[in-house]
């Protein structure tokens, strides 16, 4: 798991500490009783943490000396936070399979799903992912509960597929809920509309969902123009209303929510090793890396761009496969983590609908987070219709 290993004696600690590097790392320590628990950590300056926990013990402090217990040191230079944190989750649940969870204090990402499995499918706000080749689908992360809730309420809004969450047994006697009286539900309960109906409505939510709000603002788009051409302008007048007031629920739609089974992006984080930056691959929210990506190239190289060499390393990129769904939920919740944070070392680059990526923006992303450049301020410009292709750019700062 960690690649450097070194074996730690007292008597020998400056020799050792001096040959540890003074930069990030993920690190481990062994005692010599094999039965013993290991220490598991991240640091910002790992020469400077092992000199704290293996160094001659002060007298009276009540700080934490393992100096006479160590007797492996197992680490990894790391470049960035992301890095170490997602290095950390690696070690702790190979460590300590039990309670990595616990250590590691997750706190799973919100997510919409969308219940296709049911007769009459209804939306729903869970941090728990089923099988993503099951006919649920699950959109997301979100930042938090109460922002899904209140992008998913917004949305529905707009639609009249049902809210309630029991299991239907349509009966004409039934007398309906509020959002029937309010021509806000199609009634499935009371038959106040026929499954084909209803279906072509569930529909139209999930490939709302599926272009982030685009195929609905297309939908009245086309009726506005529809109207104004056969000189409704009243009509016309109304659907435009209903278009603007969808451009602020759209808003909410942050750009790395999308469907689950198809979140595919390119991470991009500082790397330890000169003129180079680090790659992590999410695919279907499952992340594989880290993979160094160097800028300079070999001889036989030269005649690559900078394109073509990232496409490469994309192409064969460890697929991140044989995950179980808790796996999937304990990445996605790494991953919301890190790019909700008010700060953040890296950038993120999604794939569109053909899970194509834009290079060139990776490129120039490249070297921004190899210069340790400010990243464009253009993250609040939504994506033009049909570009799912967007790009997060984010601002650095490292923890310890």
Known sequence: MLIERLEFAPERDAEIFAGVPTAPAVFLLRSHDAQAEPYVSKTANLRRRLHRLLGPQEERSRKLNLRDRVRFIEYTPTGSDFESGFLLYRALRATFP????QRMRFRFAPLVKLHLENQYPRASIT???GRLDGRALYYGPFQSRAAAEKFMNDSLDFFKMRRCVDDLHPDPKFPGCIYSEM??????????CNDEEYSAEVNRVQAYFDSAGE??????SVQRDAASANLAFEEAAAIHVRLEKLKP?????????RRIDRLSALIVQPCQQQESVTFFRVESGAIAGPVPFSIQVSDHMKSQSMESRVLAVLE??????GHSMLETMEHLALLKRWYYRGSRVGEIFLADDKNNFPMRRIVRGIGRVLKGERPEQNIATPPESGDRNGEIRVEEKNHE
């Open 316 to 321: 064969s990129f460890p697929k991140a496969t």
């Open 249 to 257: 629920v759209v808003s909410q739609f942050p750009e790395i929510v």
């Open 127 to 129: 941090s728990r992912l």
């Open 215 to 220: 195929s609905l603002a297309r939908e009245f």
């Open 183 to 192: 021509k806000m539900c199609l009634a499935p309960c009371f038959k106040g």
């Open 98 to 101: 039990k309670t990595y969870a």
